[in-house]
């Protein structure tokens, strides 16, 4: 359960005040689709990266299943990242020098697990993902849409509650793009809260609910269509 | 929660091997920093091994009597000859016994005359001496006998011959028994210097020695070089020296015309010259290792400002502030403990290379200044490298993660 409310992101350009989040007010139901969608500049990376914790409000409270984590510290912070949200990102952010299977397990070193139990969850996850015969791969020797299904591998291996995905198929051609968003809904079908930031009208319009931005403020939502069961689609 | 150290150590030595160059360059950083120091110190601490052997060659607890005040001493064998205010005699050197604060002396008396064997000859540097000199002097003999232990005043007519002497005479064949002559006179080799006998100014390999009777006979003489008296102990030194100074002034008719020479002195004066040294190797290596540093530091700023990404990354997984420095930090700490073990391996090699080069001076370094440039390389190392692991942390993973 996500809970904003009246939330205001302020940067300072020059002398002017730039208003990246306008007094947003916004709950989300665990479990739940959502898709933003704006033109650019309109505050949907934003939303996304306070939401992840990777910034902080300017004013506003943000609650974490009941909980106000604007109020952490650095380090509480740091753990609900680790524990509870994944990040899927357009560059997919791979470490170049670590192969598909390390990557997938920095999450867990970071968590301070010991190594006997990271390597099945490791292996567990590359397997949902249907990477265990690219395990050893680096990621410049892994196909765009192969990079990002490690990434997305990585950002469940700590089992989180909320997946937020920045423009996940911004890099990806159609066919990829498509095999990736199908592996999201799956993993909200089973559970996990999916934010999905997306320019692309598309892609938004498959979630259970859309919202739209436009100058920091949130614009217009529609409830759309429950999207199609992935499985039906694959060949 | 900070991850087990074996991950920390797995993703640092993976982020150094990710960068090659940059790694590359802080190791030879470290390592020339760490060898410089070890080259440095073994040269110094060689120094100091040379010098003090010299003086445990050249005799314990010495004083030593010059003839003439300081100004006008000579120092060297062919003023020997030269006028000084009043001559050293033998007897002078005798009643210098008189003490029981004196263990034992030895008059010496130097030139420089013809050394022939058959028909080989060579110039040769003569030392008039006694019995006593080898035991002042802890030299060895390698073969036969010492001069013996006569009156002072006997000329017998023996010889002790440096080894090199003895080779150039004799070559192969043996020495002990013969009869080599000497500017006149004849004199019968009675002793072999062994190898011991090498201190400052002379070596003894390349001398011949004869009761100091028979120098002064050989060089038509009365007068003496010098009078090397060996006080009893260290304490005794001081009241040898007063008591020497007070004798051959009552036997000099009141005047004082001898100069007085403390080994004490010459090591002190030596003490504060490797002193000096000592601090001079410090700072130098100091420098270098400072050097080393700040390039470490800006090594690993740049390694920070190159990793933007990957860090911005660590810190969306989770990462905490503590985490991010203790990985900069690791990866530091392992690049100046590799650094500084290949600059203990390069300045080892180093300092073999000066022992084989000179092998008088036994360049070795000091356990204390390898065990000092370890540290000092480690915690610069960490030191400098602080400042970059704590703009680690603090990076904003936003715009961390948005640059590309």
Known sequence: ?235 | MIPHSPDVARFSWGALRGYPARTLLMLTAMAIGVAAVVVLTSLGEGARRYVTGEFASLGTNLVIVLPGRSETAGLNPTTLMGETPRDLTLDDALALTRSYNVRRIAPINVGSADVSWQSRSRESVILGASHELLDIRHWKIAQGRFLPNTDLDRATPVAVIGSTIRNELFGAKPALGEWIRIGDRRFRVIGIMGSEGRSIGVDVQETVIIPVAAAQQLFNTTSLFRILVEARSRDAIQPVKRFVIQTLQERHQGIKDVTVVTQDAVLATFDRILGALTYAVGGIAAISLAVAGILIMNVMLVAVSQRTAEIGLLKALGASPRQIIVLILAEALLLSLLGALLGLLLGEAGSLVIRHAFPVLPAQAPIWAIVTALLVAIITGLLFSLLPARRAAQLDPVLALSRR
């Open chain 1, 1 to 235: 359960m996500i809970e904003l409310s009246h939330i205001h992101r302020n940067f300072q350009v020059g002398d002017q005040t730039v208003h990246a989040l306008d007094d947003v007010t916004l709950t989300i139901k665990s479990g739940d689709y959502v898709s933003i969608m704006g033109p650019s500049g309109s505050g949907k990376s934003t939303l996304l990266n306070l939401l992840g914790l990777l910034d902080q409000p300017s004013s506003g409270i943000y609650r974490l299943n009941g909980k106000d984590v604007t109020a952490l510290s650095d380090i509480e912070q740091a753990r609900v990242r680790n524990r509870e949200i994944g990040f899927v990102f357009q560059m997919f952010h791979l470490v170049p020098r670590l192969s598909a299977a390390e990557n997938v397990e920095l999450p867990l070193i970071l968590a301070g697990l010991p190594p006997e139990q990271r390597r099945p969850r490791v292996a567990e996850a590359l397997e949902e993902l249907h990477l265990t015969d690219r395990s050893h791969h680096k990621p410049d020797q892994l196909s765009g849409g192969q990079r990002q299904r490690v990434a997305i591998a990585r950002a469940t291996v700590t089992r989180p509650n909320v997946l937020l995905a920045d423009e996940p198929t911004g890099n990806l051609d159609h066919t990829s793009g498509q095999d990736v968003v199908r592996i999201l809904e799956d993993l909200n079908q089973r559970g996990l809260t999916l934010i999905m930031v997306t320019h692309d009208p598309e892609m938004g319009s498959r979630a259970r609910r859309q919202l739209h931005m436009l100058d920091g403020r949130l614009d217009a939502e529609l409830a759309g269509q429950a999207p199609d069961t992935p499985r039906h689609d694959t060949p």
